[in-house]
T-cell receptor, first 114, second 113 residues
């Protein structure tokens, strides 16, 4: 059964710093990996989607990488801002077997100090 | 505006009552999903539907039921058989099943006392 782990569980950094959030998964047979942002009491906002054949995706100050063979992904946030404060969730979609849906990690709670 | 709507935002029910959560999308997506989120836990898949009139159980389907009579609608019923129904429920959709990006609604917080 696929398991997704996110490290660290919480992170607090001063504004302006670059930071890296980590995600690991146990089964490398994935269609894709998706990074989400969740603000308190809200739904999920999709940040980046990396297909299994890709190594990285970029959107603005965000860069996500994928190393499928080692079961790891990182989300790099450049020049962090207080508005980046949120919980960041990593999720993988398994390939094959007929099943569907995402398997999520528990998230990294990020606080950017002004 | 295209998107996913969930209603209501907050729902309160007494123990022993069934309750139905609404999920509607106007993205013309074939696949729809229901997840449950509990404090300190990752989202867990309840049910999913890859096409109209078809749906499959996810990891935690016990005590829940769904229907998919229309492409744009995927309501979730939380029955009295669900032992711990209090949670945040999130609906999602994707263009097709498989390797497509999932988009989420704003969620419904259900409290059962």
């Amino acid at each position: 059964k696929q398991e997704v782990t996110q490290i660290p569980a919480a992170l607090s950094v001063p504004e302006g710093e670059n930071l890296v959030l980590n995600c690991s998964f146990t089964d490398s047979a994935i269609y894709n990996l998706q990074w989400f942002r969740q603000d308190p009491g809200k739904g999920l906002t999709s940040l980046l989607l990396i297909q299994s054949s890709q190594r990285e995706q970029t959107s603005g100050r965000l860069n996500a990488s994928l190393d499928k063979s080692s079961g790891r992904s990182t989300l790099y946030i450049a020049a962090s801002q207080p508005g980046d404060s949120a919980t960041y969730l990593c999720a993988v979609r398994l390939s094959g077997g007929g099943a569907d849906g995402l398997t999520f990690g528990k998230g990294t709670h990020l606080i950017i100090q002004p | 505006d295209g998107g996913i709507t969930q209603s209501p935002k907050y729902l309160f029910r007494k123990e022993g009552q069934n309750v139905t959560l609404s999920c509607e999308q106007n993205l013309n997506h074939d696949a729809m999903y229901w997840y449950r989120q509990d404090p300190g836990q990752g989202l867990r898949l309840i049910y999913y539907s890859q096409i109209v009139n078809d749906f499959q159980k996810g990891d935690i389907a016990e005590g829940y039921s769904v229907s998919r009579e229309k492409k744009e609608s995927f309501p979730l019923t939380v029955t009295s058989a669900q032992k711990n129904p209090t949670a945040f429920y999130l609906c999602a959709s994707s263009r097709l099943a498989g390797g497509y990006e999932q988009y989420f609604g704003p969620g419904t917080r259900l409290t059962v006392t």
